[in-house]
């Protein structure tokens, strides 16, 4: 029976050479000179640590250009508030998302019910197991859920027939 897996993954050593390009062009440019702006990477939190706010939103851009360049959708960063730190500067600190959460998940679900195609959907973990009688249902299914509008990107990994 023909099946494909739905997942969320982001490639965190992609991550890491935007980062890299992002603290090179800090160091450089003339409006960062002397600010002691940094961008850290712990696991799955980036932190970004400003003297203001327009630092800030600066270091942002320029994280979100050089996240583009190394294909990377800025779909799955959640960006936090930013908060006051130490020594008068600004901390923000910004989530990877890994994996399809639940609420999601079953959204997903619910949408592929209520089209009424012969697939079934099953909630695995973190990723969402998509089976069907006729590859032609699994690709109106992938149609279907890349037209739902998400808020995170997804890959079609596992196509078996």
């Known amino acids: 029976m023909p099946s494909f897996d739905v997942v969320s993954k982001t490639e965190i050593a992609e991550v890491d050479n935007a980062i890299q390009g992002a603290m090179r062009e800090i160091s450089t440019r003339f409006d960062f000179k002397g600010s002691q702006c940094t961008i850290e990477r712990d696991d799955v939190v980036l932190t970004l640590h400003a003297d203001d706010e327009l630092k800030l939103k600066q270091m942002q851009e320029l994280l979100r250009g050089y996240l583009a360049k190394r294909k990377v959708d800025y779909k799955a960063f959640d960006f936090k508030d930013p908060e006051k730190a130490s020594g008068n500067t600004i901390r923000q600190s910004v989530l ?3 994996g399809i959460e639940r ?5 997903i ?11 079934q959907v099953a909630i695995q973990g973190d990723e969402l197991r998509v089976t069907g009688k006729k590859r032609d249902d699994l690709q109106t299914a992938i149609a279907l859920i890349k037209d739902m509008k998400l808020d995170q990107p997804l890959q079609y990994v596992n196509f078996r027939d």
Do not use: F, M, S, W
């Open 109 to 119: 679900v619910k949408g592929v019910k209520a089209a009424k195609l012969k697939t």
């Open 96 to 98: 990877i998302k890994q």
């Open 103 to 107: 609420e999601l998940a079953q959204k």
